[in-house]
């Protein structure tokens, strides 16, 4: 299927010779080539469906406080780093595109379903004081007074303020349209190789037999990153597909106000979130499964989210269920992204976002903006380096020799 | 001489046997295999899937730690042994820890489901692992079906609790013939340290390490326990007696009456 390149035909055309390549058009993609772009780079992009992958099945919630773990408190500063840039990011990004991208700063109720769920929720608001995050602890009584169709059973909740929410689909139509305006060019194809010579990436071979060089490739191809042919071995630890199947719902006008905010449960141990969007859809994610590249939607994992969301909210119910999906997150090895130069020269790494890749979009894209313009990665976001894993021999990054 | 524990015919220096699920990151959970000292651990099947890059199963093979696939998420005989054969396809290896629940919200296991599957998969071949109720009857009836070890439970799946019923846990020890595993329950070092205590051959656990605060750092903490609770059962503890007994004997005592 040949799509129709984004080509702008009068001022300043797009030279033969990008600066910059950037493989895969998710979000993180998107957003960098965009932010590379209002840098003065001369940027193409490789996809063969811009936006249709994880960034489309995501839930679009940018929730550092409620997605805090324990042991992972450096990616937490990313999270919240790239939290304080929404706001901005999205002004700019709708000026620029004059469209929309759905950003909504309505904060995350956090609640508990048995005392076993109660004792989990306790111990994140004693982990959101320790890290000095801001979240309220409250009765059943006091979050079913915020969110009146919570089920009487929820027995107490964490009002998190400043855990918002963005529209992803919104947000990749947005940064389209942004790209068109940066005149980056964008190719619907699907890159067949990395195009390596002298130990240095130097570009891409397309499906359709194109080729494509620049003086820096960046990776950005989500959970497909390190299953590009032609990537050196060990050029950077290993990204597998997290499966997550999700559901969306949608909400009648007659049932309008349905949730104020995001939910997001512990229901005896599994976690559910539901999250509702201004032109009345509702999000119910996720599961987490390690399946390989299997996409398909199973009986169980569906089963599984309608059962924990409509112990949280049985009025769930009466919706239209609308899709289900399952898309594949990105994950490395400690669930950290792996951001700027690989052990490849010429190569940037813009990958394994897990499951924070819309949070991380803003400070990925101007972090990966500045190291392609001037080498170095801004201070807020280093100690994501794709060679962070060592080349200790245990460390199962050198697995990446042999796979 | 090492004090070493034998398994379906293999050897293992380590007497605690690792389960995966709940790991924050695989690298977290290399941690704290590392830390575990641990031989063997075990993956659903169901789960994960062979031959992805970067995945679990990848992780284990660079570590050189056996892989032994449960049946987790399987609520009758027929899927358990269906999953059985499946990972011993795909993993080569015929060793299973056989786990047929009764339903989601204790995980318990099915006692009826469970023997049915555990004598179909002895009978073609399989080194069965039951992970088993602390019934000391039921585990009577699995090592007679020709299972290579029994598994019972100190407490439901994940739960935390310890060994609620230790009683019947020093049953099953004194009545069997084969390795008791304490399967599920155990929350801190003192639950795993018990277990040994009480005669158990290993102990295998997942939730307690893989869902604290710092994995490693328990990983570490259940592999001196168990070690601990190993060296205590074969010292031979003193009796228990309600009044005290100075340790710094006068000069008249020495026999032990």
């Known amino acids: ?51 249709s992958g994880a960034s489309h099945a995501a839930a679009g919630m940018l929730a550092p406080a409620t997605e805090a773990h324990y042991g992972e408190e450096r990616l937490l500063r990313l999270n919240l780093a790239s939290a304080r840039r929404y706001p901005d990011f999205v002004a700019e990004l709708e000026g620029v595109s004059g469209t929309p991208a759905g950003y909504t700063a309505r904060g995350t109720l956090a609640v508990a379903f048995d005392s076993g769920d109660r004792a989990v929720l306790a111990d994140l608001a004693a982990f959101h ?22 089920s009487p059973d929820v027995q107490s909740g964490l009002h998190v303020r400043g855990d918002h929410q963005i529209d992803n689909r919104m947000l990749v139509a947005a940064l389209l349209t942004a790209l068109t305006r940066e005149h980056v060019t964008v190719h619907r194809e699907r890159v067949a190789e990395l195009l390596v010579e002298h130990d240095v990436a130097i570009g891409v071979r397309l499906a359709d037999g194109r080729t494509l060089h620049a003086d820096r490739v960046v990776l950005a191809a989500g959970c497909q990153s390190t299953s590009i042919p032609g990537l050196p071995p060990g ?24 949730l104020g905010r ?4 512990v229901v005896r141990g599994r976690q559910v979130y539901l999250v509702p969007r201004e032109h009345g859809e509702l999000v119910v994610g996720a599961t987490v499964e390690e399946q390989g590249f299997d996409t398909q939607v199973t009986a169980g994992g569906v089963y599984e989210l309608l059962r924990a969301a409509h112990g949280l909210v049985p009025d769930i119910g009466e919706l239209p269920l609308t899709e289900v999906r399952a898309g594949l997150r990105p994950g490395s090895p400690d669930n950290a992204p792996l951001l700027g130069p690989t052990a490849l020269p010429g190569l940037v790494a813009a990958t394994g976002h897990f499951r924070n890749g819309v949070l991380l979009t803003p400070i990925t894209a101007d972090a990966i903006a500045e190291c392609l313009v ?5 201070e807020d976001a280093q100690g994501f380096e794709p060679q962070r894993f060592g080349n200790e021999p245990r460390r199962f990054s050198k697995k990446a020799a042999l796979a | 001489m090492p004090d070493t524990f034998e398994l379906g015919g293999k050897s293992f220096t380590s007497r605690l046997i690792m389960g995966t699920g709940g790991a924050p990151s695989l690298s977290a959970l290399e941690d704290a295999l590392l830390a575990s000292g641990t031989q063997l651990t075990t993956v659903a099947l169901r789960r994960v899937t062979p031959g992805t890059a970067g995945s679990i199963l990848d992780l284990l093979n660079t570590l050189k730690i056996a892989v032994l696939p449960n049946t987790a998420g399987c609520h009758t005989a027929r899927e358990a042994v269906r999953t059985a054969r499946l990972a011993r396809d795909a993993l080569l290896t015929d060793w299973v820890k056989l786990e047929v629940v009764a339903d989601e919200d204790t995980l318990l296991p099915d006692p009826v489901e469970l023997l049915d599957a555990a004598q179909t998969l002895v009978a073609d071949g399989f080194t069965v692992l039951p992970y088993t109720n602390d019934d000391p009857v039921l585990a009577r009836r699995l090592e007679q079906a020709g299972c290579a070890a029994v598994m019972p439970l100190g407490a439901p799946i994940g739960s935390g609790l310890g060994i609620r019923n230790p009683h019947n846990l020093e049953l099953i020890v004194r009545g069997a013939g084969v390795p008791v595993i304490l399967d599920a329950g155990i929350g801190t070092a003192s639950d ?3 277990a040994m205590e009480l005669g158990c051959s290993a102990v295998l656990l997942a939730s307690a390490v893989t869902r604290a605060q710092e994995p490693a750092r328990m990983a570490a903490a259940m592999r001196h326990a168990v070690t601990a609770g190993r060296l205590a059962h074969l010292a031979g503890r003193i009796p228990q007696r309600f009044h005290a007994r100075a340790s710094s004997p006068g000069l008249a005592e020495s026999p032990a009456f």
């Open chain 1, 1 to 51: 299927m040949e799509a129709p390149e984004t080509t702008i035909p009068h001022a300043r055309p797009a030279p033969a010779r990008p600066d910059a390549i950037v493989v895969g058009g998710g979000l993180i993609g998107l957003a960098v080539a965009w932010r590379a772009a209002q840098r003065g780079l001369h940027v193409a992009l490789v996809d063969p469906e811009p936006g």
């Open chain 2, 192 to 194: 795993a340290a018990l």
């Open chain 1, 262 to 265: 995001a939910v997001r449960g």
């Open chain 1, 235 to 258: 050029a950077l630890p290993p990204i597998r597909p997290v499966k997550g199947q999700i559901l969306r719902l949608s909400v009648p006008a007659s049932a309008v106000p349905f």
């Open chain 1, 129 to 150: 004081q320790r890290l000095g995050l801001d979240s309220e602890p409250l009765s059943g009584r006091e979050c079913r007074s915020l969110e009146p169709l919570l």
């Open chain 1, 374 to 378: 001037s080498g170095q990665m801004p």
